[in-house]
DNA sequence: TTTAGAATATATCGTATCGATATAATCGGT
DNA sequence: ACCGATTATATCGATACGATATATTCTAAA
């Protein structure tokens, strides 16, 4: 999904500064989709040249103006053509996985903190996604942390029960050949 | 995980020309890792010209020339230490999940429809997925073919349980108003 | 049999995107 | 008093994607 629909879909929920759409994509949303502020102004710039959203600006008493974006009736329009044509097949990058497939050129020591940094990092994001699921949110938005939630807790018991498997086979190189 | 370095990581397992690598990360590695010719390419030329890799230019019979690339001692410290200083966190991007934030702007049918397709989509990955394990991979591939495996099978079956969540609630607005 | 399309092979180009950085004011803590 | 975090917008370089161009050969259907 292109920042251009991302931005429209956001904003279909409600009025938002460029600042905030950002915020809101650190949140449990980040999981399954994102963009930088590298993204975001200029696709909220463009939108507004197109007359998708409605721009005001806000000058704040103790703050850096602010500019309120919201969704024209074009707008909304647009995104539902946006969201209507969008197959675009999901795309998971990990490095981790990929050092995994490399597991054989790297000392076993390594190997483990990684494994165990990994699953610190699994467990701290099910109990934000799971404090998500308590403190209401929308029915869409638990559907997807949802989803996270398992995908998440399932390469957690994976990596697990499973870590034997790869750290017994860096185990073979012991030492990295020195250099030269 | 930049292209140079991936492609440093996949020459670690033998020579291969630009287009065997491509060939090679449209497997069941896809899931975890990828890259496009557009990456690949300019990749192998600078990593020719910086000694890390060497090009051995083969005319083929009844071929284009293939231009084979293999890994110099220089290119296999290059890659060890790429690994070490890769933290680099996962990022998952997924259309389908957008799609599910913004459910209540789509039909319910169209939704239904979606998440049909994913199923499809998730138990052809899970087929292959079985394949590669029986038919004899590396224990490194095994082990990562057996993560994605975990995580897409945990996403198929919360797919399967909790879709009529997001189905009745697309439920609520039944046509999308019309247009102008 | 012809002919369309898939496969083998390399390469480039426009557009999109990320990550870092710049700027600027104010708020919070030590 | 001062440092760093927060709120806020914006740009820039490096990188990456996806489509396309080129050329040949193999395969399968019309």
Same mark, same amino acid.
């Given at each position: 999904?292109?920042?251009?629909?991302?931005?429209?879909?956001?904003?279909?929920?409600?009025?938002?500064?460029?600042?905030?759409?950002?915020?809101?994509?650190?949140?449990?949303?980040?999981?399954?989709?994102?963009?930088?502020?590298?993204?975001?102004?200029?696709?909220?710039?463009?939108?507004? =040249? !197109?007359?998708?959203? +409605?721009?005001? $600006?806000? #000058?704040?008493? %103790?703050?850096?103006?602010?500019?309120?974006? &919201?969704?024209?009736?074009?707008?909304?329009?647009?995104?539902?053509?946006?969201?209507?044509?969008?197959?675009?097949?999901?795309?998971?990058?990990?490095?981790?996985?990929?050092?995994?497939?490399?597991?054989?050129?790297?000392?076993?020591?390594?190997?483990?903190?990684?494994?165990?940094?990994?699953? =610190? !990092?699994?467990?701290? +994001?099910?109990? $934000?996604? #799971?404090?998500? %699921?308590?403190?209401?949110?929308?029915?869409? &938005?638990?559907?997807?942390?949802?989803?996270?939630?398992?995908?998440?807790?399932?390469?957690?018991?994976?990596?697990?029960?499973?870590?034997?498997?790869?750290?017994?086979?860096?185990?073979?190189?012991?030492?990295?050949?020195?250099?030269?």
């Amino acid at each position: 999904m292109d920042s251009r629909t991302l931005c429209l879909g956001l904003l279909a929920q409600g009025a938002a500064s460029g600042y905030e759409l950002k915020k809101l994509l650190e949140g449990p949303l980040r999981h399954f989709v994102d963009a930088s502020f590298g993204s975001i102004y200029p696709a909220l710039a463009r939108l507004a =040249a !197109e007359g998708l959203v +409605a721009c005001t $600006e806000q #000058a704040q008493d %103790r703050r850096p103006d602010k500019k309120v974006y &919201q969704l024209t009736p074009q707008g909304r329009l647009a995104l539902l053509d946006a969201l209507i044509n969008l197959p675009g097949r999901d795309r998971f990058r990990s490095d981790f996985a990929a050092l995994m497939l490399f597991a054989d050129l790297l000392p076993v020591r390594h190997l483990s903190e990684l494994i165990d940094e990994k699953l =610190a !990092e699994q467990e701290a +994001a099910l109990a $934000e996604l #799971a404090a998500l %699921r308590e403190g209401g949110a929308s029915l869409p &938005q638990e559907f997807v942390a949802g989803l996270a939630a398992a995908m998440i807790g399932a390469a957690r018991d994976y990596l697990d029960e499973n870590r034997h498997m790869i750290e017994s086979h860096a185990l073979q190189n012991v030492v990295t050949p020195s250099a030269t």
